[in-house]
């Protein structure tokens, strides 16, 4: 089965850059969304088919994969980010997949 | 405004089934794929079924496969979840999403507030 491995956790200081990966076989070859998940709240997509936006989401969010890694960049980090971040692809023999998950803490 | 309510989850003994409904609102029903996602409170977001816009395509997960059946009534706005045989590990929040296309492989760009189920 097709598998997305994210890492548990990554902090990054108000106002940097955070980078969040999402690793696959081959996963420059599949469209990847990436959805945000705060504490109580439902998911939410703020990335889909590797970097477009949906209507309302931020310009700080975007999106990149290539190879065997895909990456959420969240620009200008603020503390309303911190949240749980998912990756997701679809594969014809796994169907949907979520990665594992990444929590956002900043500092 | 697009909308999606959930509702039938509830307390059930491993063993028993239970019905899940979504009711969706806001946008043309019969254009979109459908899904099913889960979370354990705490955990993870696992897919669990997918259906396409007419039906005529449908998904699960291993996890499920050959005791979860999903259905859509494109007259009523709805798709359903229908869950067999229940154990204790299919505990957790259930999760309406809408494709954003009509088959059932896009990203999930609407969620339903969730319905929780419990086997217990």
């Known amino acids: 089965s097709y598998v997305l491995t994210q890492p548990p956790s990554v902090s990054v200081a108000p106002g940097q850059t955070a980078s969040i990966t999402c690793g696959g076989t081959?996963?420059?070859?599949?469209?990847v969304h990436w959805y945000q998940q705060k504490p109580g709240q439902v998911p939410v997509l703020v990335v889909y088919?590797?970097?477009d936006r949906p209507s309302g989401i931020s310009e700080r969010f975007s999106g990149s994969s290539s190879a065997d890694t895909a990456t959420l960049s969240l620009s200008r980090v603020e503390a309303g980010d911190e949240a749980d971040y998912y990756c997701q692809v679809w594969d014809s023999r796994s169907n949907h997949v979520f990665g594992g998950g990444t929590k956002l803490t900043v500092l | 405004e697009v909308q999606l309510v959930e509702s039938g989850g509830g307390l059930v003994q491993p063993g028993r089934s239970l019905r899940l409904s979504c009711a969706a609102s806001?946008?043309?029903?019969?254009?979109?794929?459908m899904h099913w996602v889960r979370q354990v409170p705490g955990k993870g977001l696992e897919w669990v079924s997918g259906?396409?816009?007419?039906?005529?395509?449908?998904d699960y997960a291993d996890s499920v496969k050959g005791r979860f059946t999903i259905s859509r009534d494109n007259a009523k706005k709805s798709v359903y979840l229908q869950m067999n045989s229940l154990r204790a590990d299919d505990t957790a929040f259930y999760y309406c999403a809408k494709d954003k296309a009509a088959a059932n492989i896009g990203a999930f760009d609407y969620w339903g507030q969730g319905t929780l189920v419990t086997v217990s």
């Open positions: 806001g946008f043309t029903f019969d254009d979109f794929g």
């Open positions: 081959k996963i420059g070859s599949k469209s």
């Open positions: 259906i396409n816009w007419s039906g005529g395509n449908i």
């Open positions: 088919d590797d970097n």
